[in-house]
């Protein structure tokens, strides 16, 4: 279940941030700086975010990724909100999107890790290649349901709605257990 939800909030992650880009009439350079951007500070946080999880552990670094990523959508939400698309400055965008990355990267990362560790080594690539399609089965239902709602009401709204939604994931963040955890637990109940 966990794997077919959201990796956090993917709005400044997927399709509705091109659009945004588009709305806010930024160029096409600018759009290709904010992409840029946006990959290299994604990339960096996959770095950190795996350093972080081995040092801290894993679902306690998932659940802070998955949580942090809520605050730059709503950021950008209630700007849009409080004084319109219009009001938002370029380089106010790239750094809410780059944000956005490098923090969607670290949860990115992790989640990853998390699934690579719940796979049983007899059918490791059957298994994880299913949680991979149940991730992109999320981005494709994310990207979905969040142009309808940007576009009947508003980027404001779905901003608000994604940072709802991230509560499912956060919810099931406690109950994963790797592998490794689960050899554990079963050898201290015998």
Do not use: I, K, N
């Given at each position: 279940m966990f794997a077919f939800l959201p990796t956090g909030t993917m709005a400044l992650a997927y399709a509705s941030l091109q659009t945004i880009q588009v709305d806010l009439g930024l160029s096409n350079n600018e759009i290709s700086q904010v992409t840029l951007l946006n990959t290299i500070f994604a990339g960096i946080g996959c770095v950190i975010g795996g350093y972080l999880a081995d040092i801290f552990g894993l679902r306690k670094m998932l659940f802070t990724f998955y949580f942090l990523l809520i605050f730059p959508g709503l950021y950008l939400g209630t700007r849009i909100y409080m004084a319109g698309l219009e009001d938002i400055h370029t380089y106010e965008f790239y750094t809410i999107a780059t944000a956005h990355g490098f923090i969607f990267g670290m949860g990115f990362a992790v989640s990853i890790a998390y699934f690579m560790g719940a796979t049983n080594p007899m059918v490791a690539?059957?298994?994880?290649?299913?949680?991979?399609?149940?991730?992109n089965l999320a981005i494709m239902v994310s990207n979905y349901w969040q142009g309808i709602v940007s576009e009947h009401m508003g980027y404001a709204n779905m901003f608000f709605i994604e940072s709802v939604i991230v509560i499912l994931p956060l919810i099931l963040i406690p109950f994963l257990r790797t592998r490794e955890e689960m050899k554990a637990e079963q050898t201290l109940i015998r």
């Open positions: 690539a059957t298994q994880f290649t299913v949680y991979m399609a149940f991730g």
